[in-house]
């Protein structure tokens, strides 16, 4: 509030904007998904207080909120994604051109964007397969993701990113071009024996995932055993480390 505005009391000036906009007043109130609370102890003493926490989509909705100069490239902004969200759903050979900008931005190569884009096909096709066959989204997702992943890379999707030095980061737009196209035969193969076996449910789907995992598994090794280089890298496409820190001391 205070970068926002320059008021020299923006719990003030927060709180008037409370009073003026009904809907951010019933976020306040209500809590829910935008202002979850959150039980914060601070090292100074006073014990536990609970505080208000936005997530990203509170921050926006507030940053909506603010009539001040300073926040208009913010709206400026959210008008501009919002008007390709729009295209996107008109056309969404779009979405997929952007998406391809933004790699391109990040320095990966043509051939690394197209690893990257056929392995999510993939994957929306196993998703899509799991769920119409009694797999819930979410943890039961995470979980039949994780048991491909380790079956055929020998490493959790955690300690995959932990290899990596990845905090937040999506594993996949870190994965090297052999990475990519294992996950892709490890979900391919774990779908094809899912439907063939027309697996239902969590443990049913547990199981084509382990022999789906599997066969990716061995012909990692029998690559491995051939080129004398492991399939699984520490490699990334993190910022290096000084212009990581140059963007912290900013």
Not at 42 to 57: D, E, H, I, R, Y
Not at 174 to 195: G, N, P, Q, W
Not at 209 to 219: C, E, L, M, T
């Amino acid at each position: 509030m205070a970068a926002l505005t320059g008021s020299a009391n923006p719990s003030d000036y927060l709180k008037k904007l409370r009073r003026r906009d009904p809907l951010l007043r019933e976020a306040f109130e209500g809590g829910g998904q935008t202002v979850p609370p959150l039980s914060l102890t601070f090292a100074t003493g006073g014990g536990p207080q609970k505080l208000l926490s936005w997530n990203v989509q509170g921050i926006l909705r507030l940053i909506q909120s603010i009539p001040s100069p300073q926040a208009e490239p913010f709206k400026l902004w959210l008008a501009k994604v919002g008007y390709e969200r729009i295209q996107e759903l008109d056309d969404p050979s779009q979405a997929i051109d952007r998406v391809r900008a933004t790699y391109k931005k990040q320095g990966r190569s043509e051939k690394w964007i197209e690893r990257r884009l056929s392995g999510q096909e993939t994957r929306n096709k196993l998703t899509d397969y799991w769920a119409g066959h009694e797999v819930k989204p979410g943890e039961e997702f995470a979980i039949l993701t994780n048991l491909i992943h380790e079956e055929w890379s020998g490493v959790s999707v955690k300690a995959h990113k932990q290899i990596k030095g990845l905090e937040q980061q999506n594993l996949r737009d870190h994965m090297t071009e052999a990475e990519l196209i294992f996950t892709a035969l490890a979900e391919l193969s774990t779908r094809h024996v899912a439907e063939a076996d027309d697996a239902t449910g969590l443990p049913e789907n547990a199981r084509a995932a382990r022999v789906g995992g599997g066969i990716a598994r061995r012909a990692r090794h029998e690559l491995e055993s051939q080129s004398g280089r492991k399939v699984v890298s520490e490699e990334n496409f993190l910022p290096p480390a000084k212009q990581l820190k140059g963007l912290k001391d900013q």
